[in-house]
């Protein structure tokens, strides 16, 4: 197997207890379970769907004018 980083911790009778995993792995899975969740839904899961397929939208920029934020 490849390294990824992951590391296994294990208890003093050597049984694994816990997992330290690099840090864009973690985030990379917990977007993966954020979006299995989202998905649950089928209301939302059209939400998502339609909000994929807009090209309309408004940059960042104008938000952050717009709100005199930052």
């Known amino acids: 197997m490849a390294d ?8 003093e009778s050597g ?3 816990a997992v330290i995993v690099p840090i864009e792995l973690w985030r990379e899975i917990d977007s ?4 299995a969740y989202l998905l649950k839904s089928s209301n939302m899961k059209n939400r998502l769907l339609d909000a994929m397929k807009r090209d309309e939208g408004t940059p960042f920029e104008a938000v952050v004018a717009r709100l005199g934020v930052w």
Do not use: A, H, K, Y
């Open 15 to 17: 049984q694994p207890t």
């Open 32 to 35: 993966e379970r954020e979006t």
């Open 4 to 11: 990824n980083g992951i590391q296994i911790v294990s208890n």
